[in-house]
């Protein structure tokens, strides 16, 4: 018997599961050679490197994400060595958009290939947008890419408005959030309680005065704003 579905997925599926629901929506894909100029980054992709792909060495040391930037670029300039002698191995994957392509996944390899000179870049390409792309992403972060606290939580941000709007209705438990994101209780607990806390908080986990999941949770549960400023 099928389980009981919950925003137009079933419950207490694997995360891995969720991602092959949300591909099959798209559509099949065929891997392809493509032009790398027809290619373009998602903007609203929580994992952000904040690079310039038309000029990636392009930092501004004044920006207060500066040294992460530079942290990212340098990771990239080492791929970009490696693709300008062997080539991307893995493809990006894309889907069509406007009369381009959008990145589902595989910014790094997309950047650094441009630092490389090369032209052109594999891409598995879906022909529509994935109805579940935020999950997408976040699987392919979770398994590939080391995010900070606040990329981890806009990415949850992001999983829960995309069911929402699909499904018109409210994630409106930790319990909830668990089934349809794939992560353990505990940890959905610390994220429901800052998507749905104050303000405040989410700002210092974007300005990185506070980089711990967990220490956000616990201090977005304290009501009183003038605790929440000391703590």
């Known amino acids: 018997m099928a389980k009981k579905k919950t925003f137009g997925l079933p419950t207490g599926l694997p995360l891995a599961d969720i991602v092959k629901e949300g591909e099959a929506e798209a559509g099949s894909f065929v891997m392809e ?69 959008r990145i589902v996944f595989g910014e790094r390899r997309y950047l650094a290939s441009i630092l490389a000179g ?43 408005g995309e069911f929402e709007s699909y499904e018109e209705e409210m994630i409106r438990s930790a319990t909830t959030l668990a089934e349809v994101t794939g992560l353990k209780l505990s940890m959905a607990n610390n994220y429901f309680d800052l998507i749905r806390g104050p303000d405040d908080v989410r700002e210092a986990l974007q300005t990185r005065a506070i980089t711990n999941i967990q220490l956000a949770a616990e201090i977005a549960r304290e009501p009183d704003f003038t605790k929440r400023q000391a703590a």
Not at 60 to 74: G, M, P, Q
């Open 33 to 101: 050679i493509l032009p790398i100029a027809r290619i373009e980054l998602d903007p609203d992709n929580p994992r952000c490197l904040g690079l310039n792909p038309v000029n990636p060495r392009k930092l501004d040391v004044a920006d207060r994400l500066y040294e992460r930037k530079k942290t990212a670029l340098d990771s990239i300039e080492e791929l970009a060595i490696n693709i300008a002698r062997f080539k991307v191995q893995q493809p990006i994957k894309v889907y069509q958009h406007d009369k381009g392509y």
């Open 118 to 160: 090369e032209k052109t870049i594999p891409a598995w390409v879906l022909p529509d947008r994935p109805k579940f792309l935020r999950t997408l992403q976040f699987s392919e972060n979770e398994h590939h890419d080391k995010l900070d606290a606040w990329e981890r939580l806009e990415s949850v941000r992001a999983m829960v």
